[in-house]
Nanobody, 125 residues
């Protein structure tokens, strides 16, 4: 079992930066691919970024590519998401999630097993 807690959300002006973090508990953290998703009011949960177990591969949604960077520290059980050049349309609740090996695509929220409670990011224009 993996428990996830997000932090680092807040209010920022357009063009600014925020760094979210996902802290994971559990001895098997390094076995999971990790992803970040976001959900704005009235919208479906959207893929933001993902990173494989060994950090060999990273994946990004088209809307954040070139602005966001995902990483992980398996020694500290954390998954940071650096968000730069933020836009008002980035406003959403951001969720961290863990995907069991071989359970499906890193881009689909339906394939993830464990989720955090979310952290609010608001970008003002």
């Amino acid at each position: 079992q993996v428990q996830l807690v997000e932090s680092g959300g807040g209010l920022v002006q357009a063009g600014g930066s925020l760094r979210l973090s996902c802290a994971a508990s559990g001895r098997t953290f390094s076995l999971y691919a990790m992803g970040w998703f976001r959900q704005a009011p009235g919208q479906e949960r959207e893929f933001v970024a993902a990173i494989t177990q060994s950090t060999i591969s990273t994946y990004y949604g088209d809307s954040v590519k070139g602005r966001f960077t995902i990483s992980r520290d398996n020694a500290k059980n954390t998954v940071p998401l650096q968000m730069d050049s933020l836009k008002p349309e980035d406003t959403a609740v951001y969720f961290c999630a863990a995907l069991r090996p071989g359970y499906g695509s890193v881009r689909s929220p339906n394939h993830y097993t464990y989720w955090g409670q979310g952290t609010q990011v608001t970008v003002s224009s």
